[in-house]
């Protein structure tokens, strides 16, 4: 449906009553509580604020061209507080871009920033023009476009499922489908990552984890190396909060930006995936005092910025510059561009990066009880959307079972990956420690409470994950020693050190053939380990193909074969596909496992440990062998749901005795990553093997038994 869409000059007046005209063209104060630019029946409406700013202009541009058309000064009449807004009558948005000055004291000691002659980008713009093109460099200033949302849902609606019951998937939109072995249409794009949707059912996952759509410039830190070009290829460099990312869409979208990834989403729905969006709110590509002027430093850069007294930035993020997140006005940004994407692009859940800096006060300092945090978990919008933190910043807050606010928060559980990650290549020390996680770390998240209450406490406040963007693959983490960044530039001095990895007897690839059983096996052995823990699991893309990034542990800059997914590798390594589709559908068919179910009749408690003779109880703190059995009634079945899983990281075979339970139940070796000799490591239900309490477990291998009445 096109809006009204006359053309109004001098000679052509309104046949409306407006209050006034600029430079000939009709206006009227507008929308003052409306941020951004808004389609209307008769025009469009603008609204922008500054706190400390004296002046404010609109800059009207015709697509593509460098000067605008006409540059509309505020009155003084149009201000309301804070907020400049006006109605621009008979403006036609097709080919329509427009941008912002602002004028006021020029001071960076003191952190005023304002130049009449600068061009800014709308903060809450919810199109970014001139950005479509991936890797074109972009010329001029940002500037927004103005968006007609008409999407037709049809009856796409949300089925919000617990947190406990996700198996979320991390992928990074671009690379998930660049790669010519992709085999989609629109490789690198919202409409080939729907392509895709049928392998991701497959598959089993039912979330997904977009690395950041928010509008970034991946030109915009571009460099060459060894003829390499690299771009800030990741995303978590944001110019645009309420912007997708353009060069993510296959076809052109002027007006109408959006509608491919929300075409996306509503398939996602349509076959009971979750989508969750990683968000950057802890900084902005605008950088530190060396860094551009764009958009948040020209309209308040006191108020959006952490600064020192002397004017510079405080760097919590690593990036550059922090986000003031706490200050009212950031608040009131972030809340509403949260319901943004909640509201207009149905989104389930959000991950917020280096989350521990929404906690950090106007000079940086902790916060007991942050308002933003509270005002997000209570939030009546976002209610039922998801919020999960990374629960540390760069400056040197970690925040892993004590984020604030976390009756509300899940939190990417980094003790999880590293306890679990040593254990598993055989730091016994660990294994404690690595216990306490797979039961769902309730020594930092407290056990579950009623969500009648209104709770979000114990093991839905934990996401487990033992590879992510930021690290490893899979493959990668039993196949090297080192990370091998040096495709980076930066001599191989970026990235983490502390990896937990293990190469299994030869640094990179390999044709020996004792090395690669030994690298499948310990892959087999980590995911059989994260699906069988209690907390919501989370895998990277391409792990269950055995994807590489060749060694680079930190990928944030590769546009290229080290981080588009190559396919090929699916074909290769089918059997560790099926073994993965396999593991994930026996999560979704014990609920045992991902939360506590009324008492079992056989018996034994929710969760329990054991060494490897069977005795219940608790472990010494370095043993090689221990065995975690999760017990529960599930009422849909009528009858006990019983799981024990199995954990050998010795080198050597183990005898391990199967705890002795009530009833005339018996155990079943439904999982032996060693195998059978044949390349068997699971038993499908009816085919799997009965076991009289003993089992040998062969060298650094697990195993899962499910116990069943006879």
């Given amino acids: ?37 808004t389609v209307m029946p008769v025009g469009i409406n603008f609204t922008i604020h500054t ?54 004291k020029y001071q960076p000691s003191h952190g005023y920033l304002y130049n009449k002659n600068n061009v800014l980008l709308d903060p809450y713009a919810r199109a970014v023009a001139g950005q479509r093109i991936w890797g074109d460099r972009k010329q001029g200033p940002y500037r927004a476009r103005v968006v007609e949302d008409d999407y037709d849902w049809e009856n796409s609606t949300k089925k919000s499922k617990e947190i406990s019951d996700l198996i979320i998937y991390e992928l990074h939109v671009r690379g998930f489908t660049k790669h010519e072995s992709s085999g989609v249409d629109c490789p690198g794009t919202f409409a080939g990552l729907k392509q ?71 398939e996602f729905h349509e076959n009971g995936i979750e989508v969750i969006l990683d968000v950057v709110f802890n900084h902005t590509a605008e950088g530190n005092e060396k860094g551009p002027i764009f958009s948040f430093k020209g309209f308040d850069n006191r108020i959006y910025y952490m600064l020192t007294p002397d004017g510079y930035y405080y760097n919590f993020s690593g990036c550059g510059n922090t986000l003031n997140c706490n200050h009212p006005v950031v608040q009131q940004m972030i809340l509403e561009c949260l319901r943004h994407w909640t509201i207009n692009y149905h ?34 919008i976002l209610s039922n959307v998801k919020l999960i933190a990374e629960a540390w910043d760069a400056g040197g807050m970690y925040q892993v079972g004590r984020f604030p606010a976390s009756k509300r928060w899940a939190e990417w559980n980094g003790r999880y990956r590293d306890s679990v990650r040593g254990f598993l290549k055989g730091d016994n020390w660990d294994s404690a420690v690595a216990v306490q996680s797979i039961l769902g770390s309730v020594d930092l998240y407290g056990e579950f409470e009623s969500k009648a209450k209104g709770d979000y406490a114990g ?32 001599n191989n001095t970026d990235g983490a050190n502390d990896n937990r990895s293990w190469n299994c007897g030869a640094e990179g690839e390999t044709d020996n053939w004792e090395v690669l059983q030994l690298r499948e096996r310990m892959i087999r052995n980590a995911f059989t380990v994260l699906m069988c823990s209690r907390g919501t699991p989370m895998f990277l893309a391409g792990d269950e193909f055995g994807n590489t990034q060749f060694g680079n542990n930190n990928s944030y800059c590769q546009d290229n074969l080290i981080s588009w997914l190559d396919w090929s590798m699916l074909e290769k390594n089918k059997n560790q596909f099926e073994f993965f589709k396999f593991m994930i559908d026996y999560r979704h068919k014990h609920p045992t496992i991902r939360k506590k179910l009324p008492d079992a009749v056989c018996g034994l408690n929710s969760t329990n440990v054991f060494n490897a003779e069977g005795v219940r109880g608790e472990l010494a703190g370095d043993e090689r062998t221990v065995g975690v059995s999760f017990a529960g009634y599930d009422e849909e079945k009528g009858g006990d749901d019983v799981v024990y899983i199995a954990i050998n990281t010795y080198w050597k075979d183990t005898m391990i005795k199967l705890p002795e339970v009530k009833g005339r139940g018996k155990w079943y070796l439904t999982v032996n990553t060693f195998g059978d000799g044949n390349q068997r490591y699971y038993y499908p239900e009816g085919q799997e093997i009965a076991i009289d309490y003993e089992f040998i477990m062969k060298p650094r291998s697990v195993a899962v038994f499910t116990r069943r009445d006879c």
Avoid at 355 to 377: F, Q, T, V, W
């Fill in 196 to 266: 895709k949707i049928p392998y991701l059912k497959e598959l089993g996952i039912n979330a997904v984890e977009l690395m950041p759509i928010f509008e970034f410039d991946e030109v915009r830190s571009m460099r060459e190396y060894k003829g390499q070009v690299l771009y800030d290829y990741w995303g978590y460099n944001p110019v645009s909060f309420f912007a997708p990312n353009t060069s993510y869409t296959h076809a052109e979208e002027y007006n109408q930006e959006g509608k491919e990834l929300k075409d996306l989403i509503k």
């Fill in 459 to 490: 093991y839905d406040s934990c996401i487990n994950f033992l590879t992510c963007h930021d690290g490893f693959t899979m493959h990668d983490l039993y196949s090297y020693n080192e990370k091998h960044n040096e495709a980076n530039g930066w």
């Fill in 51 to 104: 706190h400390h700013g004296t002046r404010c202009e609109l800059l009207l541009y015709h697509r593509g061209e460098d000067k605008p058309f006409v540059v509309l000064p505020f009155p003084e009449s149009y201000r309301v507080g804070d907020v400049y807004s006006m109605i621009v009558f008979g403006l036609e948005i097709q080919g329509l871009e427009y941008a912002y000055r602002v004028d006021g």
């Fill in 1 to 37: 449906m096109r809006l009204y869409k006359k053309k109004y000059t001098t000679q052509n007046p309104v046949t409306v009553s407006p209050m006034g005209k600029i430079k000939g063209y009709p206006v009227r104060p507008g929308m003052f509580d409306k941020n951004g630019a």
């Fill in 347 to 380: 989104i389930d859940g959000f991950r917020f990066d280096l989350a521990s800096i929404l906690g950090r006060n106007e000079d940086g300092s902790p916060m007991n009880n942050p308002p933003l945090l509270r005002s997000l978990a209570y939030d009546p």
